[in-house]
Antibody, heavy 122, light 107 residues
Framework: EVQLVESGGGLVQPGRSLRLSCTASGFTFRDYAISWVRQAPGKGLEWVGLIRNKAYGGTTEYAASVKGRFTISRDDSKSIAYLQLNSLQSEDTAVYYC?????????????WGQGTLVTVSS | DIQMTQSPSSLSASVGDRVTITCQASQDISNYLNWYQQKPGKAPKLLIYDASNLETGVPSRFSGSGSGTGFTFTISSLQPEDIATYYCQQYDNLPPTFGQGTRLEIK
């Protein structure tokens, strides 16, 4: 069974940092890009960024709203992806999901974790 | 970025009704379109990928069609458990972008 579990969320002050983890199981993690998607309270879904698999260089892409502040990395030996959130702002308050979906996948795979809530507030 | 425009933004229908949601892309995205269902407090769940392919395990009352810039999502016979918000999402170009969502309620 494919499973993704996000962790690391919590309450953080503006300007501080947080690192989220996405622990995957049930599929060949190293073969897939992993995206992070967030959802502010009562709002829609916003793609945050992705990290490609090693076959595609393991490179990263980010939404303009987080570029330069957020960093995605991965540890294929542990099947974990990370999202480092720096210089957090109140607008970053959201539930953060990880998923191999939202991009073309081969073979097809789309599964999401339960999400982890990040609250930025003083 | 490719803009995805969904309509309507909310919809009220009766059990057994046929429900249709449309999604318009700001440029040609071929068939690189997903439809997600999201229930309150839950993660999005993929229902349709590649515009018209039913995800494994998803009931056949859900369907999708379209290509290029215009897409349609249909529930052939609305069930009480279908109450949720539905999102279209393109994956032709980075960044992946979502429609604003359609909130579906039971009348």
């Amino acid at each position: 069974e494919v499973q993704l579990v996000e962790s690391g969320g919590g309450l953080v002050q503006p300007g501080r940092s947080l690192r989220l983890s996405c622990t995957a199981s049930g599929f060949t993690f190293r073969d897939y890009a992993i995206s992070w998607v967030r959802q502010a309270p009562g709002k829609g879904l916003e793609w945050v960024g992705l990290i490609r698999n090693k076959a595609y260089g393991g490179t990263t892409e980010y939404a303009a709203s987080v570029k330069g502040r957020f960093t995605i990395s991965r540890d294929d030996s542990k099947s974990i992806a990370y999202l480092q959130l720096n210089s957090l702002q109140s607008e970053d308050t959201a539930v953060y999901y990880c998923t191999p979906g939202v991009v073309a996948t081969m073979p097809h795979l789309d599964s999401w974790g339960q999400g982890t809530l990040v609250t930025v507030s003083s | 970025d490719i803009q995805m425009t969904q309509s309507p933004s909310s919809l009220s229908a009766s059990v057994g009704d046929r429900v249709t949601i449309t999604c318009q892309a700001s440029q040609d995205i071929s068939n690189y379109l997903n439809w997600y269902q999201q229930k309150p407090g839950k993660a999005p769940k993929l229902l349709i990928y590649d515009a018209s392919n039913l995800e494994t395990g998803v009931p056949s009352r859900f369907s999708g069609s379209g290509s290029g810039t215009g897409f349609t999502f249909t529930i052939s016979s609305l069930q009480p458990e279908d109450i949720a918000t539905y999102y279209c999402q393109q994956y032709d170009n980075l960044p992946p972008t979502f429609g604003q969502g359609t909130r579906l309620e039971i009348k």
